[in-house]
């Protein structure tokens, strides 16, 4: 009986996972570090393209609404990739490092970006709404000048770019979730 005790109790204890190793940390750290900088340069290389876009409209337009609407987009994007640049630019992990140190490294990265997501809203979202706004409230406004049916279809196309935003907002939350229970992990 005693033997059969001892054996439920040994089987009954669950297999508690074992902390990764440093090769693993290390290889955990650079994937997550290409993924930061890529995600990084592909937000930079979007506002460096949509700069000038809206830039051309801001010399072109006739109309003085347009112009502040542009202008602010313009604003908000360089807001939002010099936000990214200090919220969550990738840090690479000195190479001489030991478990519990690459640890704590890696960890911090993780708890950096959860941060960075976590509050999207404050400084990479947020600072588009004023331009976009100021365009789309311009574009219901000729719209239905023109006719009701041009007017609601400018009010569908408000509609759309707010579930846009709040679909990336979602999504940047899921993310944060994601990295939340990555951390999690490494306790």
Not at 14 to 27: C, F, Q, V, Y
Not at 113 to 122: C, E, H, N, P
Request: hydrophobic fraction near 50%; charged fraction near 20%; proline fraction near 4%.
């Amino acid at each position: 009986m005693l033997n059969d005790d001892i054996c439920n109790l040994w089987q009954g204890q669950g297999s508690g996972a074992m902390p990764p190793t440093l090769e693993e940390l290390r290889k955990k750290g650079d994937k997550f570090h290409s993924q930061i900088v890529w995600r990084n340069l592909r937000e930079y290389l979007a506002v460096a393209l949509m700069v000038p876009y809206f830039g051309y409209f801001v010399w072109t337009s006739r109309m003085p609404l347009m112009r502040v609407g542009n202008g602010l987009m313009i604003a908000g994007l360089l807001y939002m990739a010099f936000q990214l640049h200090r919220r969550a630019a990738a840090a690479e992990a000195p190479a001489e490092m030991a478990w519990k140190t690459c640890l704590e490294f890696h960890r911090a990265q993780l708890e950096r970006q959860r941060d960075a997501l976590a509050s999207v809203w404050k400084w990479y979202l947020g600072p588009l709404v004023p331009g976009l706004a100021t365009i789309l409230a311009f574009g219901c406004i000729v719209g239905f000048r023109r006719s009701v049916l041009a007017g609601l279809g400018s009010i569908v196309v408000v509609g759309l770019m707010a579930l846009a935003l709040w679909w990336m907002g979602r999504l940047n939350q899921k993310a944060a979730a994601r990295i939340q229970r990555q951390i999690d992990a490494l306790e």
